[in-house]
């Protein structure tokens, strides 16, 4: 595989090595860089108060390794996919999503008001894999089932034991880098099962929830998401609908967005732009969405604004405020979900004897050539160096040509 890269000519870019092999890398991250912070609740709607003291035992024989001892307070873990403790005395205790100010853990998931791994056999299975010393915690399957995670503790298996651990990581899933529109969903067709991007909440219930994908209400009878406003309900946001990105969008970051949509009746949806699902940040996101009885297409492109990002860059969500309507019961079916962002960066083509460089935006580099009376420009070979499986290789010239791109010649 060819790698190269230019010095003192650019700040940064992405390549894409059409032809080659895309690999998801994986970030790594100690647990101690994520904030521990006091809530003022217990689910994924709680604000964050204060930061928190976090008690540390990483490397010693404790019986709290991590958090509070009363678990009170916790560190969003949701835009990881694991958690992975590596072990060399005694058996992790790990608390997840405490959802209520009583009760700790019941046999059943209907009873459990906590995920306590391995004390909730219910919960152990599903999101636990243990391999020798090593314990790895499926924190993507508990997002896709409660939409969030939080992270309380990791104590001793039990009362009175210890445990030791030697390193608390998480990890965030790479993706191969990308160039141009990138979608920041997945499963948009809703074909398949995976309802990371699309979150619900359905009034009288207050919970924020992975929406459903039922068959036969999309279009043309294929599967779909139908999320119900009931009749009786005070706020246009009792009930609400959910496209959240797989990252959060600094303001600057230009996005399009589009779906199929319709409604058992005609009925006008605000949009609003939140940080994670129900996590308010502005009143206005996409637009007003109209819905009809018949099935539309919905579009719609632009550039996230300081007043949509907010003060900390968090936004993340497109919140749709389904109840409008506090008269009737209303259905809303939605399907074919897009989520996009423009990501700039450089394309890189390669043959046995050239590596042609796009950078994905317009440069100047054609009116240089026009410019000079040549069919191409010169760069001294300083500025690249190209290396082979790890071995630098000779390069014969570095060019730039009036179609706007860089040409490595070998």
């Given at each position: 595989m060819r790698n190269f890269n230019f010095s003192r000519m650019f700040f940064a870019f992405a390549l894409v090595m059409l032809g080659a092999v895309s690999v998801k890398a994986e970030e790594r991250i100690s647990l101690q860089e994520v904030p521990f912070y006091s809530w003022d609740g217990w689910d994924g709607n709680a604000a964050k108060v204060a930061e928190a003291e976090c008690q540390w035992g990483v490397g010693t024989s404790t019986g709290n390794v991590y958090g509070d001892m009363s678990v009170i307070n916790y560190a969003d873990v949701t835009l990881y996919s694991k958690l992975i403790l590596t072990?060399?005395?005694?058996?992790?205790?790990?608390?997840?999503n405490r959802l209520k100010?009583?009760?700790?853990?019941?046999?059943?998931l209907e009873e459990s008001f906590l995920i306590d791994i391995p004390n909730g056999a219910w919960c152990t299975s599903k999101y636990q894999t243990v391999e020798g010393n090593?314990?790895?915690?499926?924190?993507?399957?508990?997002v896709k089932d409660y939409g969030f995670a939080h992270l309380h503790a990791i104590k001793a298996s039990a009362y009175g034991a210890v445990v030791t651990v030697e390193s608390a990581e998480l990890v965030r899933e790479g993706k191969a880098q990308q160039v141009g529109w990138t979608e920041v969903t997945t499963n948009g067709d809703l074909e398949g099962d995976d309802v990371t991007n699309y979150i619900a909440k359905e009034a009288p219930a207050t919970e924020i929830l992975p929406a459903v994908?039922?068959?036969?209400?999309?279009?043309?009878?294929?599967r779909g998401i139908m999320v119900t406003s009931v009749a009786g309900a005070v706020n246009d946001w009792d009930s609400q609908f959910w496209i959240m990105a797989s990252e959060t969008l600094p303001?600057?970051?230009?996005?399009?967005v589009s779906f199929d949509y319709r409604a058992n009746q005609d009925v006008a949806i605000p949009?609003?732009?939140?940080?994670?699902?129900?996590?308010?940040?502005?009143?206005?996101?996409?637009?007003?969405?109209?819905?009809t009885s018949e099935w539309q297409r919905f579009a719609f492109e632009g550039e996230v604004t300081a007043d949509q990002a907010g003060a900390d860059n968090l936004l993340q969500s497109i919140a749709f405020n389904l109840s409008v309507n506090k008269e009737a019961d209303v259905e809303f079916y939605f399907d074919n979900i897009r989520f996009e962002v423009y990501k700039y960066g450089v394309t890189a083509e390669f043959s046995g004897d050239v590596i042609q460089l796009d950078f994905g935006f317009e440069t100047n580099l054609a009116s240089l050539v026009a410019a000079c009376?040549?069919?191409?420009?010169?760069?001294?070979?300083?500025?690249a160096n190209v290396t082979v499986n790890g071995a630098e290789a000779p390069i014969y010239s570095i060019e730039g040509l009036a179609d706007g791109r860089f040409y490595i010649f070998m």
């Open positions: 072990v060399s005395e005694g058996t992790p205790r790990v608390l997840f100010d009583e009760g700790q853990v019941g046999p059943t090593v314990y790895t915690y499926d924190i993507k399957a508990i994908i039922t068959d036969g209400v999309g279009v043309d009878g294929t303001a600057g970051t230009k996005y399009r949009t609003q732009a939140h940080s994670t699902p129900g996590n308010y940040i502005h009143w206005d996101m996409v637009g007003t969405v109209n819905f009376g040549k069919s191409r420009l010169l760069y001294p070979m300083s500025c």
